[in-house]
Nanobody, 118 residues
Framework: QVTLVESGGGLVQAGGSLRLSCVAS????????MAWSRQAPGKERELVAH????????SYADSVKGRFTISRDNAKNTIYLQMNSLKSEDTAVYYC???????????WGQGTQVTVSS
């Protein structure tokens, strides 16, 4: 079992920046990759970015490419999402997820709200 706790959300003006953090605890020795997803009201959940726990290789949704950066600190069992040039359409609840064995994301955090005002 892995527990995930996100932080760093808030209200920001369009064009601004925020940095989200997610701390993993529990059986973290088996982590394969971690990710950020988001869900806006009335919309389906979107996978925003993911990162390999060992190699650090990352991938992004087209909607955030060039604006968001995912990173990890293995020693702290923490991942980050640096969000720059924020737009109103980035408003959503952001969730941190973990894929422990490469078979898919099997745990998600409670989420942190990001609101971008235009």
């Amino acid at each position: 079992q892995v527990t995930l706790v996100e932080s760093g959300g808030g209200l920001v003006q369009a064009g601004g920046s925020l940095r989200l953090s997610c701390v993993a605890s529990g059986r973290t020795f088996s982590i394969y990759r971690m990710a950020w997803s988001r869900q806006a009201p009335g919309k389906e959940r979107e996978l925003v970015a993911h990162i390999s726990w060992t190699s650090g290789r990352s991938s992004y949704a087209d909607s955030v490419k060039g604006r968001f950066t995912i990173s990890r600190d293995n020693a702290k069992n923490t991942i980050y999402l640096q969000m720059n040039s924020l737009k109103s359409e980035d408003t959503a609840v952001y969730y941190c997820g973990v894929d422990r064995y490469g078979g898919g994301y099997d745990a998600w955090g409670q989420g942190t709200q990001v609101t971008v005002s235009s």
